[in-house]
């Protein structure tokens, strides 16, 4: 029901572009995340959109990435400027089934399957 795209290997100081597409039903109106896990690390959460539009970052990635909605397309978008080598990671969106943002994968119901991130220094 999402499915995430856009990843790929990237210098470090480059930008991506990672879309999350949703399918099968609608998640207008419900707070969507992106969270992204290294190898050996724990999942981590990166950023959020609620419901009506309002965002939160990771403090690591405050101000480098953005995340914003298609409400009409069904499509959540992050886009990552300004990337380092520790930013590589698979990178996962995520839907809740309300419009609150939260910060912990586990409260999160819908996961799409990952895109690999990976920045060269």
């Not at 499509?75 to 839907?95: G, I, W």
Request: overall charge positive; glycine content about 14%; aromatic content about 12%.
């Amino acid at each position: 029901q999402l499915q995430a795209s856009g990843g790929g290997l990237v210098q470090a100081g480059g930008s991506l572009r990672l879309s999350c597409a949703a399918s099968g039903r609608t998640f207008r109106g419900f707070a969507k995340g992106w969270f992204r896990q290294s190898p050996g690390k724990e999942r981590e959460f990166v950023a959020a959109i609620s419901g009506t539009g309002r965002t939160d970052y990771a403090d690591s990635v405050n101000g480098r990435f953005t995340i914003s909605g298609d409400y009409a397309t069904n499509t959540v978008y992050l886009q990552m400027n300004s990337l380092k080598p520790e930013d590589t990671a698979v990178y996962f969106c995520a839907a809740r089934d309300t419009s609150i943002v939260r910060y912990l994968g586990h409260e999160y119901r819908y996961w799409g399957r990952g895109t690999l991130v990976t920045v060269s220094s």
